[in-house]
Every structure is written in C-alpha cells, then in structure tokens.
C-alpha cells in the first residue's frame, strides 16, 4: 500500500511536491479552503519561470495560458527627484527576466500538473490545525473532520495553523515578528491618462509614508493601474484611501475607480525559518518563509525547493518521514539557496531602522545605484548586488558625510557577517539538540536589531 501523504494548503511548493510525490506512487491529497477556481488572490505575480522546469511543470504557453514578461521597476525614496531615480537594468535575457501572470492562471498551471500527476485536492475544507501523536505530526484537524496520513506538508501560509500550533518542544519558530512581515494592500484601478505618457511605468516608492515603514508600487499597465501599499504595521480601510489620495496628487496615472483587487494579506519578507522540520512534518513556500526578502516574492523558491522535498521523501527508505530522515530537505535547501537568501533580509532590516531623510540622501548622493536596485526573484544571494562600480570610493566617502547612516550600515555589515559565520555551523545530520541550538544562534542574528527597537 503506498505511503499517504497530506498537503495543507494549496501553495505554489505544496503543489508542485504533490505532482511529484504523486508521479513517484504516493497517496497525495491537498486540502485547501478556498473553492475550486477561487485560488489565488485577484492580481498579477512575478516569478522564475525557470522554476517550473526544475520540477517539470509545463510552461504556461505550452498549455494555452496567457504571460508576459515583467518590465523594469523604477525606484524613488521619500523625496526623490526625477534626476535621482535608479532604474533597474534586468538583462534581456530569459535566464535572468522574470515573467508576469494572473495569480489564478498561475494556480490554473500549479493545479493541472498536480492532479495530472495523480495528485487529490480536496476544496472548500478550512484547516484548524494538526493532529499530533506525541510530538510527532499525524494528520490534520478540518472542518470536514479529522484527515490522517504518513506525514504533512505544510504549505498552509505565513501564519500556517498546523506551524503555529506545533508543540514547543519542536522548536519551530511559531509567528513571524514585526519587522518580518508586511501588511499589503492591492488593487487595481482605472487609468485616466494615456499610458505612453508615463515614463515609470513600474514606480516603486521607498519610504514613502510619513510615520511608517514600509513601500509603495504604481504599476501603468496598458488598460489600468496597479497599486501597492504595504507597511510593516496593519492597515486600515480609512489609511489605504488616504495613502492613496496622496499618491495621485503626484501619480495622475493612479486613478480613483477601483477595478479588481482590494485584498489585504500578510507576506514575509525575512529570512528563511530556522527550523522546517519535524516527525511527520516539513514546511515549504511561506510557511518556511522562502521568499526573497526585499521582494516579498517567494513563487519560484517554493516550486524549485519542492523538489529538494520531493527527493528527500522518496529517497526515506525507511519509511517513517522522521526529523532525521527529513533533515536532508532543510540542509539541501540551506546550501542550495538559504544561506544566500538569509543575508538579504539584513539588508531589508536596514529599511526598518533608518529615516526617509537618510534614504533621500543616499538616493541624492548616489550611495544607492543600479547595481543594488536591478532585484529579481531570480537573485537569490547578496552576492548578485556586489558589483565593481567605479565610483564605490566616491559613494564610500558620501556615506562618511552621514555619521549616523554609516553607523546603521556598519551594523548591517557586522550583521552579515555573523549570519555567515553561523550559517557554516547548520548540523549535517539530525539531533533535536544540535538542531535546536544551531536555530537560536541563527535567530539571534536576525531578532537582537527588533529587539533594540522594543518591538516583537
């Protein structure tokens, strides 16, 4: 009898590691609560398309579904003048460009490969937590019942019931803090100029709200206008209506009749969790906060690293999907591509500890340039922003002219460091304690800066 294997959520890696598992003669059910043909949230997303080969997922247009390549994004800070802004420069090559679809196309693809591949998705089924035997994951609590299996893959999302309901013991980092995780308003909205008169036609605003940290995107498509507004602290109804009344006295391409969209959702935006594993239990996509950190965009990670899990499951021959026999997925995904992402999200603290005068300065004095700004989801390393540029003595000398930026810098330079003198210590091989031990050294690096600003 083949092993029974259950996906909690529909998420883009819990997907694709369900076509897998289910490809190689597992019993694979994914659950999730939103209705069939209501996944997804109502925009576009970015992402690898290189992604869906590793697993071996069709391209879109190879099953008739519509994409198009993402432009350029256009940066500003707080203040920033026309002659100041920094455009990003994505090479014209399908190896580093990115590719923009529906969200609902997006799961139209994800879905098809999974259930082709043999895969069950059960809809409208609204998880309340796991069911555990011991410490060790056996299934999941539903309000269609209880489901059990040989072990769960959490795919349940940045707040996932069945993570933050797993026992202490496990050492699981449960919520992410504030500082981690963005509150995001989107919507889409009328355009009441002709779109060839927008120069940036993907504006992205830095600190853009007074009081709050946190970004703005004006995104000019042909037919309408894509609006982003996302802080590191919840957001009303009243506060989005606001922001977004000030941003069309500067942005007359933002119009005030709202089209689609409107959702408010939760993205982390922080490095990758420390521990993903359990007996019975691995996590992936946001439930493992696999996205890139200053980007929010996690689509591709979680569909490359499902074949890690895929792998790591098969490869079990003894069958009992255990911490240890699990472990192999978390180390593989850490070489592979965590211990490049981790760094990232320093940087991205830096955002949530320096002023907008701070940030206007290094846009004026050109600290700040290209190089650091051309970010994809296919940048999966701090290493992709180092570039020679020939005027790093100058922007080194401008960053002098700001005692205060330069001591905020220096931490992040300091910081960086100690997650990669961590990061050499991740355990092999499993023991909870070793495990354990390593996660608390490796948080530390992140949650001592949040801490000194007397936030959790």
């Known amino acids: 009898m083949s092993k029974k294997i259950i996906v909690a959520g529909a998420g883009h890696g819990g997907l694709t590691a369900a076509a897998l598992l289910a490809k190689a003669g597992f019993d694979v059910t994914i659950y999730e609560r939103a209705e069939e043909g209501k996944c997804g949230y109502d925009w576009t997303d970015i992402f690898d398309p290189k992604a869906l080969d590793v697993v071996g997922c069709p391209r879109p247009e190879q099953v008739g579904l519509p994409w198009e390549w993402k432009i350029d994004m256009t940066f500003f800070g707080p203040n920033t003048k026309d002659d100041k802004k920094i455009r990003q420069e994505v090479p014209n090559d399908p190896n580093e460009m990115e590719i923009k679809m529906e969200r609902s196309d997006i799961y139209k693809l994800l879905i098809g490969f999974a259930t082709d591949s043999g895969a069950k998705i059960e809809y409208g089924v609204n998880i309340l937590g796991p069911i555990l035997a011991g410490d060790r994951v056996i299934g999941i609590r539903t309000d269609k019942g209880d489901f059990y299996a040989d072990m769960v893959i959490d795919a349940a999302g940045a707040e996932s019931v069945i993570r933050t309901n797993l026992p202490d013991c496990l050492g699981i980092q449960k919520h992410p803090l504030w500082g981690e995780k963005f509150y995001v308003y989107r919507a889409f909205y009328d355009l009441p100029v002709d779109p060839k008169t927008v120069e940036d036609r993907y504006k992205v605003m830095l600190l ?21 507004i996302g802080h590191m602290d919840p957001l009303t109804s009243e506060e989005v209506e606001e922001i977004a009344a ?7 391409q933002l119009g005030t009749k709202k089209l689609r969209g409107g959702q408010m959702v939760l993205i982390p935006v922080r490095q990758p969790l420390s521990i993903m594993v359990a007996d019975g239990y691995a996590a992936i996509g946001d439930s493992a906060f696999m996205t890139v950190p200053i980007i929010g965009s996690g689509i591709g990670n979680a569909i490359k690293n499902s074949k890690i899990l895929a792998d790591t499951i098969i490869a079990d021959k003894t069958e009992t999907y255990s911490a240890e026999t699990l472990w192999p997925y978390q180390y593989g995904y850490y070489q592979k591509m965590g211990k490049g992402i981790a760094p990232l999200a320093l940087v ?14 290094a846009f004026d004095k050109g600290i700040l340039t290209k190089y650091e700004m051309t970010i994809t989801a296919n940048h999966t390393s701090l290493w992709k922003f180092l570039n020679f540029d020939p005027n790093l003595p100058k922007r080194g000398l401008a960053i002098l002219g700001d005692r205060d930026l330069l001591v905020k810098g220096a931490g992040v330079v300091a910081d960086v460091a100690a997650c990669l003198v961590v990061e050499q210590f991740l355990p092999k091989h499993y023991s909870r304690k070793a495990v354990q031990t390593w996660a608390k050294a490796y948080d530390t690096v992140f949650t001592h800066r949040l801490k000194k600003m007397g936030k959790a």
């Open 208 to 228: 853009p709200d007074p009081g709050a940290v946190g970004i703005g995107w004006i995104a000019t498509e042909d037919e309408f206008s894509d609006l982003l």
């Open 246 to 252: 000030r941003y069309r006295k500067d942005n007359p």
């Open 348 to 361: 991205k603290l830096l955002l949530t500890r320096i002023s907008h005068d701070q940030l206007d300065y």
